[in-house]
Nanobody, 122 residues
Framework: QVQLVESGGGLVQAGDSLTLSCEAF????????MGWFRQAPGTEREFVAA????????LYADAVKGRFTIWRDNTKNTVTLQMNSLRPEDTAVYYC???????????????WGQGTQAQVTV
C-alpha cells in the first residue's frame, strides 16, 4: 500500500521559514517524479514545485520562485520543500504527490499525502 506522509507544517510569522518533508512508503520512490501542491480555504489546489526522479530537473510556480526549494533523497524516500520568506498568502494545506512525468498538473499525479498545514501570520 502506497503512503505519502507529510510533516513540518506549523504557524509562523511573515518572513520566517518552514521545512516540509514527505516520506514515501510502499513504493519504489526513485521511479516517481514528486510534486508539492497547496490548497487554501475556498480555493482550488495549486501547483507549488516538482522534482523529477533523478533530481536533475525542478519546476516552480511563479509565486514561489526564489523563495521555495525542492529536493529529494532517494536513499531515504523523502522529498523536501524548503520555504523561506513566507508570506500570509502562502497559508494553505500542503500536499506531496507522486506521479510519472514531471508535471504542474494535479491530475498527472497518482498518489497523494494527507497534507500538512502551514499558516503564516502578518
Amino acid at each position: 500500500q502506497v503512503q505519502l506522509v507529510e510533516s513540518g507544517g506549523g504557524l509562523v510569522q511573515a518572513g520566517d521559514s518552514l521545512t516540509l518533508s514527505c516520506e514515501a512508503f510502499g513504493v519504489t520512490f526513485s521511479a516517481y517524479d514528486m510534486g508539492w501542491f497547496r490548497q487554501a480555504p475556498g480555493t482550488e489546489r495549486e501547483f507549488v514545485a516538482a522534482i523529477n526522479r533523478s533530481a536533475d530537473r525542478t519546476l516552480y510556480a511563479d509565486a514561489v520562485k526564489g523563495r521555495f526549494t525542492i529536493w529529494r533523497d532517494n536513499t531515504k524516500n523523502t522529498v523536501t520543500l524548503q520555504m523561506n520568506s513566507l508570506r500570509p498568502e502562502d497559508t494553505a494545506v500542503y500536499y506531496c504527490a507522486a506521479g510519472v512525468g514531471l508535471s504542474t498538473i494535479s491530475s498527472d499525479y497518482h498518489y497523494w499525502g494527507q497534507g500538512t498545514q502551514a499558516q503564516v501570520t502578518v
